[in-house]
Antibody, heavy 120, light 113 residues
Framework: EVQLVESGGGLVKPGGSLRLSCAAS????????MTWVRQAPGKGLEWVGLIQTKTDGETTDYAAPVKGRFTISRDDSKNMLYLQMNSLKTEDTAFYYC???????????WGLGTLVIVSS | DIVMTQSPDSLAVSLGERATINCKSS????????????LAWYQQKPGQPPKLLIY???TRESGVPDRFSGSGSGTDFTLTISSLQAEDVAVYYC?????????FGQGTKLEIK
């Protein structure tokens, strides 16, 4: 059974940093492109970014609102996905989901999300 | 960047009736080399992550009831629920995956009339 479990969310002050983690199991993590999607409370879904496989160069891409502040990385030896968030803004407050969306070999799977609140 | 716009923002339909949600992309998401539309539909219920319903604009995900169907090509797409059931109350999102950033539509809230 595929499982994606996010952790690391919490309350952080504007300008602060936070690192989210996503523990993956039940599929070939090292072969999967992984994506982060966020959702502000009561709002719509927003694509944050993705990371390709090591074979594909671990290339990353980001949405404009987070580019230069967020960094996606992976540790295939631990089946872990990360989202390093720096210079956080109040508008970054959201549930953050990791997902295998559009990685057809893995199927479309989502974690339950972790909540990040940026507030003074 | 491609912008996705859904209509309507909310919709109330009687049980057993048809529900139709539209999605328009700011540029074509049809890849000419493989003739595939890089367009997906998701369903999200309160407190849950999104669930994939449709991909390649019209291919139903395994396990999704056949009352859900997707159509369209290029820039205009439709999600149709042929006979609304109570469990279909949710917010529905379209999303393109033609090129990054893979933008979502703003969502359509579907309720029972």
């Amino acid at each position: 059974e595929v499982q994606l479990v996010e952790s690391g969310g919490g309350l952080v002050k504007p300008g602060g940093s936070l690192r989210l983690s996503c523990a993956a199991s039940g599929f070939s993590f090292s072969k999967a492109w992984m994506t982060w999607v966020r959702q502000a409370p009561g709002k719509g879904l927003e694509w944050v970014g993705l990371i390709q496989t090591k074979t594909d160069g671990e290339t990353t891409d980001y949405a404009a609102p987070v580019k230069g502040r967020f960094t996606i990385s992976r540790d295939d030896s631990k089946n872990m996905l990360y989202l390093q968030m720096n210079s956080l803004k109040t508008e970054d407050t959201a549930f953050y989901y990791c997902t295998t969306q559009f990685d057809w070999s893995s199927g479309d799977h989502w974690g339950l999300g972790t909540l990040v609140i940026v507030s003074s | 960047d491609i912008v996705m716009t859904q209509s309507p923002d909310s919709l109330a339909v009687s049980l057993g009736e048809r529900a139709t949600i539209n999605c328009k992309s700011s540029q074509s998401v049809l890849y000419n080399s493989n003739n595939k539309n890089y367009l997906a539909w998701y369903q999200q219920k309160p407190g849950q992550p999104p669930k994939l319903l449709i991909y390649w604009a019209s291919t139903r995900e395994s396990g999704v009831p056949d009352r859900f169907s997707g159509s369209g090509s290029g820039t205009d797409f439709t999600l149709t629920i042929s006979s609304l059931q109570a469990e279909d109350v949710a917010v529905y999102y379209c999303q393109h995956y033609y090129s990054t950033p893979y933008a979502f539509g703003q969502g359509t809230k579907l309720e029972i009339k």
